[in-house]
């Protein structure tokens, strides 16, 4: 399934699309549909499914031009009214005029205030400081038309409920609401049945939440640009230690070489090395001394650091239950974290077996575009440049610029700097960004035991997938190839490899280069 079939329009499409996001996450799927429609929601999901997006899509688009807060959001701490702020901002980048503010408490309240009395479109924030708003008139919720309860059941946990139950009387009778929460006490219930009418239930199967806190995503990609592939990961996710999980030493090796080279400071953790030299460089990254191990798998037993937010699977382990190792070394004391797998085509079998063994499915991405990668770092330089200056401070600067160069522009001044720390924008780009709409199968069937309507028969009898959505296909003695759409191939992989027709088993491969030369 396609965000396309949802019903989302297209500059959140768009969005979406940038964002990486391949194809809508179970909740997703369920939920997305269901607040369309303007149905209210109850979810029960945790960290890591796309919560934020199951009710983001639908609120972002669901926001007028009307400059009050249409919007609400209620979480339970700053750093996720930072983040889910920041992830309906990226939602909302087609959609620029969209005003999304998180206010919680911390936070300069003449700023918030500021920014409020500018006009917002929606809030995300902490309970404690948005009722602080209401208190002091400086937020109405008169606007109202969607209202969410994020993580319901940690602000209750937290002892956020008079003040949750105090803001929910002063939205509006008629706003839509969604809620979602990890788990249904009877508190959660309770506050349901004062504060959502007639809702829809979605649960997402507990299977989904074997492993919480960790976002688990896998990327495809071709073997030989595994490499480049690792830094633009790296480099798009800004994690503060990451572990790489790579199947030999020999590999490990050869990789610690190709990243030194592109200038990323790493170190290597494999079977080969003596006792005290692992311990030593275990004591550096665990005192962050570099940010980037390597290591195979017998080699990081034991690895147990708290602030790794980042595992790569550079290879797809051999067992599945080194996969569950080696995913296991993020996310540690509570925290969160991320675990990106590399599956090249030929792979996709063998990540479907991890699947099956984990009883979770894993979110493909996109990899992420030199030109995603440079609006990061630059939202990031803008950030700090903001901060800067509402630090104050800056007289001494501003003396010597005066001084120096007066007779430039300031905003030239600015962009100079700006080009100075940013430089040149890099150019190289990878064929798996490319991604051909159709993949080429080679099946170990043809004309001696099938004509090409029973073979059609066939493939959609086992697969549900019709002849029209097939591509080109030839039949030889022995063997043929059929061009499948992308999103069916692991469809088919699973459901049509090594089956039998009429008695003989079928194998289905990715056909390589030499055999599509075959033709
Ligand atoms: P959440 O559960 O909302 O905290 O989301 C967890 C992570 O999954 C976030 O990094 C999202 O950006 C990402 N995410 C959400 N939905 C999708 C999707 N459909 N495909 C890929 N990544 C997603």
Redesign the pocket.
């Known amino acids: 399934m396609t965000?396309h079939e949802l019903q989302i329009s297209e500059p959140i499409l768009k969005a979406?699309d940038a964002?990486?996001?391949?194809?809508?996450?179970p909740?997703?799927r369920e939920a997305i549909p269901l607040l369309l429609q303007g149905e209210n929601v109850v979810g029960q999901?945790?960290?890591?499914?796309?919560?934020?997006?199951?009710f983001?899509i639908p609120m972002v688009e669901k926001i007028t031009q009307q400059r009050a807060p249409q919007g609400l959001i209620l979480v339970p701490t700053r750093e996720l009214a930072i983040?889910v702020s920041g992830?309906l901002q990226k939602m909302a980048q087609y959609k620029k005029w969209i005003v999304i503010l998180p206010i919680y408490g911390g936070q300069s309240i003449e700023r918030q205030i500021r920014s409020l009395s500018r006009g917002v479109h929606i809030v995300v924030g902490t309970p404690g400081r948005v009722l602080d708003h209401l208190e002091r008139g400086t937020l109405h919720l008169d606007g109202v038309t969607f209202c969410t309860l994020d993580e319901a059941d940690v602000m209750l946990d937290m002892g956020f409920i008079d003040d949750v139950r105090a803001i929910l009387t002063r939205v509006p009778d008629t706003a839509q609401k969604a809620l979602f929460s990890a788990t249904l006490s009877p508190e959660i219930k309770t506050l349901i049945e004062d504060f959502v009418q007639n809702p829809r239930f979605v649960t997402i199967p507990h299977r989904e939440l074997t492993v919480p806190n960790i976002?688990q995503?896998y990327y495809e990609v071709r073997e030989t640009e595994k490499p480049q592939a690792l830094t633009r990961i790296i480099d798009y996710y800004n994690p503060h230690q990451t572990v790489v999980f790579v199947n030999t030493k020999v590999r490990v090796e050869e990789l610690k070489e190709k990243l030194h080279a592109a200038g990323y400071e790493v170190e290597a953790l494999h079977g080969d090395m003596k006792q005290t030299q692992r311990e030593f460089v275990m004591k550096r990254f665990r005192a962050q001394h570099f940010d980037i191990l390597l290591a195979t798998d017998v080699a990081a037993r034991g690895l147990d650091i708290e602030n790794i937010d980042l595992v790569v699977n550079y290879d797809l382990p051999q067992d599945e239950e080194y996969y569950v190792h080696r995913i296991g070394r993020t996310a540690r004391a509570g925290r969160e974290g991320?675990a990106v797998t590399f599956v090249t085509l030929r792979e996709i079998k063998r990540l479907k077996e991890i699947e099956r063994y984990i009883k979770t499915k894993l979110?493909?991405?996109r990899l992420p575009t030199l030109q995603d990668i440079e609006k990061i770092q630059t939202q990031a330089i803008l950030d700090e440049i903001a901060s800067t200056i509402e630090e104050g401070g800056l007289e001494r600067y501003l003396d010597i610029l005066t001084e120096g160069l007066s007779h430039y522009d300031s905003v030239d001044i600015a962009a100079a700097l700006l080009k100075m720390v940013m430089g040149e924008p890099e150019q190289e780009s990878l064929s798996s960004e490319e991604e051909s709409p159709t993949v080429r199968l080679f099946l170990t069937i043809g004309r001696e035991s099938v004509d090409i309507k029973g073979l059609l028969a066939w493939i959609s009898e086992m697969t549900g997938i019709r002849s029209q959505e097939l591509g080109r296909i030839t039949m030889r003695e022995g063997f043929s190839f059929v061009d499948v759409p992308r999103e069916k191939l692991e469809n088919f992989l699973v459901r049509l490899d090594r089956q039998k027709y009429k008695g003989k088993t079928v194998r289905v491969e990715i056909a390589r280069e030499k055999n599509k030369s075959r033709e």
């Open positions: 965000f979406i964002m990486g996001f391949v194809e809508p996450s909740i997703q999901a945790q960290t890591g499914t796309g919560k934020t997006a199951a983001g983040q992830e976002s995503f991320t979110q493909r991405r």
